[in-house]
């Protein structure tokens, strides 16, 4: 696609439920990223793929927190049992190769209530 | 890891002024870029500069890695001008952006 693409724009859901957020990268991107915004803050690096290898997990912040990627294609987070201090804007970024130019797109804003 | 500054932390400019916002780095980069997060939260590609200069309109940036710095200067700010101007880096062996903690730019009509 032109740009990357971000599903829901915005979530809202009760503490303790289980939600999903995709990505679609730009097409032929081999690296691709997720970010967390907190209201008023930076972003926080989650988790970054590149291609077949293994996924940099380092910023997930706790075990409630996955990510899978197949290939070089659509990414899903899941965020299982959902806390408060859990919403936040949730940021995918792509790039063309391990360290390049990344392109965000525009998030997903989740609530948890 | 990395650090990353960026100052000022807040900037008020009358419309029409120029502005420089600037982005200190403790270590040698790979990567780094511009970014303006408009009021809608969206991330706009600026430059991508790890190393010299680039201009785009009023817009333009130069890095001087060799003294660990960046600066984005803004001509003739307009009100759609404002927003978080936020730099970010890529060193050493990471592969993922660390982020500055951004400039926030109002500029009034």
């Known amino acids: 696609g032109a740009g990357v693409s971000q599903s829901p724009s915005n979530k809202v859901t009760e503490k303790g439920k289980d939600v999903e957020l995709r990505c679609d990268p730009i097409s032929g991107h081999t690296a691709l990223y997720w970010y967390r915004q907190r209201l008023g803050q930076g972003l926080e690096f989650l988790i970054y793929f590149q291609g077949n290898s293994a996924p940099d997990k380092s910023g997930l912040p706790s075990d409630r927190f996955s990510a899978e990627r197949t290939g070089e294609s659509v990414s899903t987070l899941t965020i299982q049992r959902t806390q408060q201090e859990d919403s936040a804007v949730y940021l995918c970024?792509?790039?063309?190769?391990?360290?390049?130019?990344?392109?965000f797109g525009e998030g997903s804003r989740l609530t948890v209530l | 890891g990395i650090q990353v500054e960026q100052s000022p932390p807040d900037l008020i400019l009358q419309e029409g002024a120029n502005s420089t916002l600037r982005c200190n780095f403790s270590d040698s980069v790979n990567n780094l870029q511009w970014f303006h997060q408009n009021p809608w939260g969206q991330l706009i590609n600026l430059f991508y500069?790890?190393?010299g200069t680039k201009q785009n309109g009023r817009l333009s940036a130069t890095t001087v890695a060799t003294e660990r710095y960046s600066l984005l200067y803004i001509s003739s700010s307009q009100t759609t001008d404002s927003g978080v101007y936020f730099c970010?880096?890529?060193?050493?062996?990471?592969?993922?952006?660390?982020f500055g903690s951004g400039t926030q730019l109002t500029v009034l009509p």
């Open positions: 970024a792509s790039s063309l190769r391990s360290a390049g130019e990344l392109f």
């Open positions: 500069i790890p190393s």
């Open positions: 970010a880096v890529i060193s050493g062996s990471a592969r993922q952006l660390t």
